[in-house]
Each structure stands twice: as structure tokens, then as C-alpha cells.
């Protein structure tokens, strides 16, 4: 076989795969949505699953998707509809409970958020995501006698997680506790060697 003849089979081969994955990924909406999110273009990759998301009956699964990515376009009161739209279909969804919680607390309603959390907590007591997204709302809004008995219970959870004994330490030096968050970011630095929050306060503090 000539070799400009092998050169133009597989440049024919390279052009029909390449039409191939095309086509594949305009007839696959949910990896073309995906494929748009990695790249930050949340609306493009919202309208592709836009059909699904708004048929009847409900697609659960598309409504959720699109209530993340309208999330992320900082259109909140849509996104929190949405969610909200997703426990009318199945009102057991931690996932959907979670969500609601996301655009509230992007528009400092820290008690919505709050009781949307608690909500969550019963029907899984232990919900990790739930206790620190609430932890985050009683430190916007100063609480810190609650913050510290939160994360204190928490972290008796989840003895090994850094973040929560972020949020205790936090708590603890608000309320001029020193020693006690100096102990409790000296546990972070055990977790996470080098961590900057934990590293400067006990570089601050005697």
C-alpha cells in the first residue's frame, strides 16, 4: 500500500471518529451539560437538560441538576424553587433538603437555612453536610455559645475531621476561650499539617 494512500485512510478514520463523538455527545445531553459545567458555562449547561427538567411527569433527577446549576448562576430564588420543586416529587430527598439550603444561605437567611438543616437532622440525626452548612449560619450570625456546643458534639461524631474543629475553635475564640482554641487548633494542624487559619492563631497567640 502506498503511503499517501495510508495517510488518507487514516485521516478519513481520524474525521469519522471525530464526527462520531459529535454526534454521540449532541445526542447525549447529560455529558454535553457536564462538559459545559466544567468549563463555567452554567446556563448553556442548564439548557440542555432544560426539557427534561420542566416535563411532566417530573424528572427528579434533571430538576435537581438544574437547581444546582441555576445555584450557580447566582439566580437564588429560582434555584431554592426548584429544589423545593424536587421534595414535592419525592419529600424524603436528603439531596433536595440539602440544596435548599445552598441559596438561602447565598442570601444570609441563616434561620431558613437553619430550620431547612434541622430538617434534614430528622430524618438523619448525623447528616455531615447538614451540621457543618448550620455550623456556618450560627457563625454569620455570632452565635457562638451554639456554635461551640454544636461542633463540640459534632467532633465526637467525626473525631477525625479538621473542619469541624475549625468551626469550635472559631467558636471558642469569640468567646475569649484562648487556651481552648489554642488545643483545638493545634488538633487541626495534627489533621491538616501546615493549615493556615490554625497555623496563625497559635503563631498569634501565647
Known amino acids: 500500500m502506498k503511503p499517501f494512500t495510508t495517510v488518507r485512510r487514516l485521516a478519513a478514520l481520524a474525521a469519522g471518529i471525530a464526527i462520531a463523538l459529535a454526534a454521540s455527545a ?22 440542555q437538560i432544560a426539557p427534561l427538567s420542566t416535563r411532566q411527569p417530573a424528572h427528579e433527577f434533571a430538576v435537581i441538576r ?10 437564588y430564588p429560582e434555584s431554592e424553587a426548584l ?3 424536587a421534595l414535592s416529587v419525592n419529600p424524603r430527598s436528603i439531596e433536595a433538603s440539602l440544596g435548599v439550603m ?5 442570601q444570609y437567611r441563616w434561620a431558613d437555612a437553619i430550620k431547612a438543616g434541622r430538617k434534614v437532622l430528622s430524618d ?15 457563625e454569620a450570625m455570632s452565635r457562638w455559645d451554639d456554635l461551640a456546643k454544636h461542633a463540640a458534639e459534632a467532633s465526637s461524631r467525626y473525631p477525625t475531621d479538621a473542619t469541624i474543629l475549625v468551626y469550635w475553635a472559631r467558636a471558642e475564640s469569640a468567646l475569649r476561650n484562648v487556651r481552648r482554641a489554642r488545643e483545638l ?12 487559619e490554625a497555623t496563625k492563631y497559635l503563631k498569634a497567640t501565647p
Open 102 to 106: 445552598l441559596p438561602q444561605m447565598a
Open 26 to 47: 449532541q445526542a447525549d445531553p447529560w455529558s454535553e451539560s457536564y462538559r459545559l459545567e466544567a468549563l463555567g458555562r452554567y446556563a448553556e449547561a442548564q439548557a
Open 83 to 85: 429544589y423545593q420543586r
Open 185 to 196: 487548633y493545634a488538633q487541626v494542624t495534627e489533621r491538616v499539617p501546615g493549615h493556615a
Open 66 to 75: 438544574s437547581a444546582w446549576l441555576t445555584y450557580l448562576q447566582g439566580r
Open 124 to 138: 438523619s440525626p448525623w447528616d455531615y453536610t447538614a451540621h457543618v452548612r448550620i455550623m456556618i449560619c450560627e
